[in-house]
Every structure is written in C-alpha cells, then in structure tokens.
C-alpha cells in the first residue's frame, strides 16, 4: 500500500482500497468521502450511506469529546480521534485550542504518561530500544519516510517529564503532545514529523515491577551505554532525514546539558527545556519589567530550582543582561540560583557544571542564615537578603512560594514579577489567585501551566502561560520556513522578543504573556523573528525576504480534506 501527497495535482494519491483506507488516520476520513471517492476507493458498505461535511464531523466528534467524564479520558478520546482520523483530530483541536490544549499538553499530558501502559491502544510513535541499537535505523527506515520527508522529530527518553519524574516509556506521550502543540500552535505539518521514545530502561520501581508496563524492563542503563546509544540515534536520524530538527524533550539535567553541549554547533537540534523555556522566561521577564516601569539592569533575580529549565532560564537573563550594558560576572551576580540544598555556593554538594556560573562567593553569603537540615541556605533567606524583584519558579515544587516569603518580597518591590513556572499545576509553586491576594494585586504573574482569570478587588486578571509553547512551535515553522541547519542564540533572543511584543501589560489586569486563544498569531510572530535572524546568522539556506511574513502564513499547514485519488 502507498500513500503520497502529489503536490502538483494538490491530491493524495493512494493505492490502498477498502479497510485499509479506513485504518490509515493519514487518510482516512470516514463519512466524509465522497461518493465519487467512496467507489473508487472500494468503501462502498464500509461507512454509513450519508456523506458528511468536516464542519459536520467537527460538531459531533466535539460532542463525543464534551461527553467524556474526565480530563484523562477526554485525553483518551483524542488520541483515540487521532489515531482514527489525524485532520478531524487537528480540526478539532485547532477550533478550540483554549479548551484542548491542556487536555493534550500540560496538565493533563501529565496524567496520561502516568497511566500509559494501561490507557495503551495503540503505538504513538517509534519506540528504539538501547537493547539494541542496531535495530534504530530499521525502525526509523520502517515509518516509510524518505529523506526529504521530515521536517521534525520529538525525541525524549522519560527521564524528567514535565515536573513528574521518570516515566519510562510512557514518555512518548510528551513527544506526540508538543508535536500535537507544533501543529495546533504553528501549523508545522504533523505528516512531516515524528515523536521517538527513546528507551533506555526506566528506575521507577513501580513500572519496573508492574506486569503491564510496556517498557524495557531494566534500570536505566550506564552513561557510556547510554551516549553511544544517543550517538546511533544521532547517526541515523541526520542520515536518514537530513533536514530533520532534533528537538529534546524532558531529559534529565545531566543529560539534556550535555546532548546539547554537544550536538548544538555540529547539527540542527534544539533543547526545549534549555532553550524553549529561557525563551518564553525572558519574553515574561521583558514585558513584566516594561510593566513594572524599571529598567532589566535594576532588577534583582531569584530562581527556585537550578536544573535543565532554571538554568536554561538563567543563561538567557544573563545574556539579556549583557545585551543591555552589563560584563558578564555582573550579570550572573544579579542571579540568585537556589537548588534542593539552597542557595548556591562554593563548596556545596553535588553542585553540576552547568551551575557553575551562578555559584555565589562564601564571602558574599557568610552570615546568611542557613538550614541545616537543607544543608545550605533556604529561599526564605535569600529573598529576605537579597531583595528580589523577580522570582522564578522551576523547581517542580508545589507551593514553594510560600505566603511568608511572596510577603517578603513585596515589601520590598512596587510591582513584583512572580513566575511558577513548574508544570503540571499542582507542581506550580504558588498559584495566582494566592499571589494576587498577597502581594494586593500588585504582583505581575505568568504561570507554567493553563489558569483561569482571577477577580481582586474589582479588577479581572488574565494569566499568561509562561511555557515554552509559546515558542517551540513558531520556532520550528520559522526555521523549516528559513531552511535552517542550526538553532542559534539570536533566533531564541528573536523569539522572545517577538512573544513579548505580542503583549501590552501595562493595562490594570492584563497578561504580560500573550494569552492561548491568539496562539496562532504568536507563532507567526515567532516564526517571522526566528526566520529573520537565522538568516542573519547564516544559518537559513531558503531565501528570508520582505515577504516572509507572507510564505510563514503559506507554510502553515492545514487540516482541510484534500482530494482523494485511487491509483
Ligand atoms: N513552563 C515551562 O515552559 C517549563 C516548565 N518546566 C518545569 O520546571 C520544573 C523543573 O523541570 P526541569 O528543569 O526539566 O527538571 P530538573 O529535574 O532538571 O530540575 C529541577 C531542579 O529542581 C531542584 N529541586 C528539587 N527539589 C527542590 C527544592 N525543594 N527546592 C529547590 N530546588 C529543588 C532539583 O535539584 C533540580 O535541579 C518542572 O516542574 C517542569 O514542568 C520545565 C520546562 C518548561
Ligand atoms: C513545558 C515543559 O516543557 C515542561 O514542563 O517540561
Ligand atoms: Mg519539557
């Protein structure tokens, strides 16, 4: 059986007949084919006689999904729409992405990757074991796409999903939702794309013990193992799909550090949790200083949790701090980096390479107080020292803002930037509502994960969501659109930017993000300023002109039924 899009006639063409056109999500659309299409295509009998309209299927399958009980089995119903029939599926999400997005992405993502292996009906992607890596080109080869066909690939390895921890192979989940968000977002085409697990065992007890687990049943294995086995994936991957983006997803510190260190000058790759993330902080730190009315060079950083997204956040503040006049030592001293042992400073335990920058003097923290039991010094002292007028939060912490220390530092500040940016919700480290209340409505907040508006005291606050889907999916259009071969530091700078720029929070209430319902529009935005500075840096091999705007908007791909053609 073959299926192909033959752009010239602007048709798929298909050998398949019968069941097997109904069983290929890429092609199916069941009560939408036409008569024409349905003789021709030996689905005579196989759909009930009436021929439907997507806008008809749209409004049914929404009632299917409304229907449904929970958040989880309403994830459940769309993977299940998906695997049936991919267009309606994008149709759907890309009606009501306000309301879906959190069923597909965070917070709900996050329950489904718990429950993986029994919600399971069908594979989500390409499972390559580290048992045997000589089968990794095999399986890549075995999604019968070509070398010009991918645009994307989502990797993860569970390690570190969103703030939950290790989920094994349950972590496809995480790759087939933000692919989900890259379309829904960005329109980058989901039939150019492809989520890869890549499993290297698991140390969670409970999955390893568990007889449905449907992952390898090992411990994860060791760091040389597990490098060469990156290394293989690394191989065949750009081999096979030369242009491919190789996006990251959800590693664990160490290694998210280092596959970025490395692969980022040799090919064309991107962290999310590094990058995705310092991006979409520094778009909510920009608009939050412009609405605070002091310049970022005043401004005094506190970030709860030093790992893969505190530290990506804290290099792109440092930068931006450099941008506007500082040297870089002064700039990482305006960083307070507080990790599971506290403050971070010299000599302390366990401190990573990636830490380094951020470590502040004994000298500079001698007479801080300091909790021993944490073995360093806690976040409550420090921002009673240090005075911050921005606090982040990447700890996967709930609650660690705690109402003494949000008080604290409102004291001190006008007009606060407080940003809990752990995901799923319940990880956030303050909510808004509580933030608000404290701070009496002066805080500026952005959150990791979706929250409603909250009313104080007669004004409506909207909250922006301080994610990295504000940006990975224009940045992936962006780049595919500018026929990039690398992510470089001024396209994330280019990104933020242009989030930031999609927001006027100086009004009373308003977000300092751009809020989810204009999503699309963000990533436009984003993918313009990516395209333009790739092409900057000589990165972009597709001409960026006066037009870019223009071909962005084309590329973005559409869930609309083509034509069908039996061949
Ligand atoms: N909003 C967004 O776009 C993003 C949010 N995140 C969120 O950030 C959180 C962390 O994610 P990653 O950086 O990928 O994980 P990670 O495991 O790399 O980092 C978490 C860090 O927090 C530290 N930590 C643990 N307990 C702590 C405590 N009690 N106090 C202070 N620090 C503590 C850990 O030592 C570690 O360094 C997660 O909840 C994740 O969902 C991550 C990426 C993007
Ligand atoms: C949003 C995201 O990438 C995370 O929480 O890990
Ligand atoms: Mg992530």
């Keep these: 059986m073959n299926t192909k899009w033959n752009a010239a006639a602007g048709r798929l063409e298909t050998t398949a007949r019968g069941r097997a056109v109904l069983s290929n999500p890429r092609l199916n659309r069941g009560t939408a084919f036409t008569e024409e299409e349905r003789r021709e295509l030996d689905l005579v009998g196989l759909v009930p006689p009436q021929v439907l309209t997507q806008d008809q299927q749209a409004a049914r399958a929404y009632q299917q999904y409304q229907a449904q009980p929970t958040d989880l089995a309403k994830n459940v119903y769309l993977t299940a729409l998906h695997d049936r029939n991919e267009r309606l ?9 306000a309301e879906m997005l959190p069923i597909v992405y965070t917070p709900t993502v996050g329950a489904a990757i718990e429950r993986y292996s029994y919600e399971y009906r069908r594979p989500g992607g390409v499972y390559l074991s580290v048992d045997a890596p000589e089968d990794i080109e095999r399986s890549l080869r075995a999604t019968g796409l070509g070398p010009g066909d991918v645009d994307l690939i989502v990797a993860t390895d569970g390690e570190a999903i969103l703030g939950i921890g290790d989920w094994g192979v349950g972590g496809i989940d995480i790759a087939v939702g933000k692919l989900a968000v890259y379309t829904a977002a960005a329109g980058v085409d989901p039939q150019r794309t492809l989520g890869v697990m890549l499993d290297v065992g698991t140390n969670r007890r409970e999955l390893l013990d568990d007889p449905l687990y449907l992952g390898n049943r090992h411990p994860r294995v060791d760091e040389e193992t597990y490098d060469a086995f990156i290394d293989a994936y690394v191989t065949a991957a750009t081999t096979l799909f030369p242009n491919a983006m190789l996006h990251w997803e959800d590693f664990g510190p160490v290694h998210a550090r280092r596959i970025l ?21 520094l778009a909510a730190v920009l608009s939050g200083v412009e609405a605070a009315g002091v310049p970022l060079p005043d401004h005094r950083i506190v970030i709860l949790g030093a790992g893969t997204a505190g530290i990506g956040v804290a290099d792109q503040l440092r930068d931006a701090l450099v941008a506007s006049g500082l040297s870089p030592q002064q700039a990482a001293s305006r960083i307070w980096a507080v990790d599971r042992h506290g403050l971070l400073t010299e000599g302390q335990r366990g401190l990573r390479d990636f830490q380094t920058p951020y470590v502040r003097r004994g000298t500079e923290v001698a007479g801080w107080q300091r909790d021993e039991e944490l073995g360093g010094i806690p976040l409550a002292e420090v921002v009673r020292r240090v005075r911050p007028t921005i606090l982040i939060g990447t700890s996967g912490q709930g609650g660690a803002f705690t109402e003494e220390i949000v008080r604290a530092m409102a004291a001190h500040v006008r007009r606060p930037v407080i940003l809990p940016m752990s995901n799923p919700t319940r990880l956030a480290e303050a909510v808004p509502a509580d933030l608000l209340a404290w701070t009496g409505g002066r805080a500026l907040i952005a959150t990791g994960s979706p929250f409603a508006p909250v009313e104080f005291e007669g004004v409506t606050y909207e909250i922006g969501q301080a994610n990295n889907a504000l940006v990975f999916p224009g940045l992936g259009l962006g780049a595919i659109v500018a026929g990039a071969d690398r992510v470089t530091d001024r396209m994330l700078v280019a990104a933020a930017h242009a989030v930031a ?15 989810i319902d204009r999503l699309r529009e963000t990533s436009v935005a984003v993918a313009v300023a990516v395209a333009r500075a790739a092409a900057q840096d000589g990165v972009a091999h597709a001409p960026v002109g006066d037009d870019i705007e223009e071909r962005v908007r084309a590329a973005a791909w559409q869930p609309d039924y083509p034509p069908v053609k039996a061949v």
């Design 89 to 97: 599926f994008h149709r759907l999400i890309g009606d009501h992405l």
């Design 261 to 281: 260190d490395r692969y980022r000058e040799k090919i064309f790759t991107f962290n999310d949790d590094i990058q995705g993330t310092g991006a979409v902080n």
């Design 501 to 515: 720029g999609q927001t006027d929070a100086t009004a009373p209430g308003a977000p300092i993000l751009p809020l």
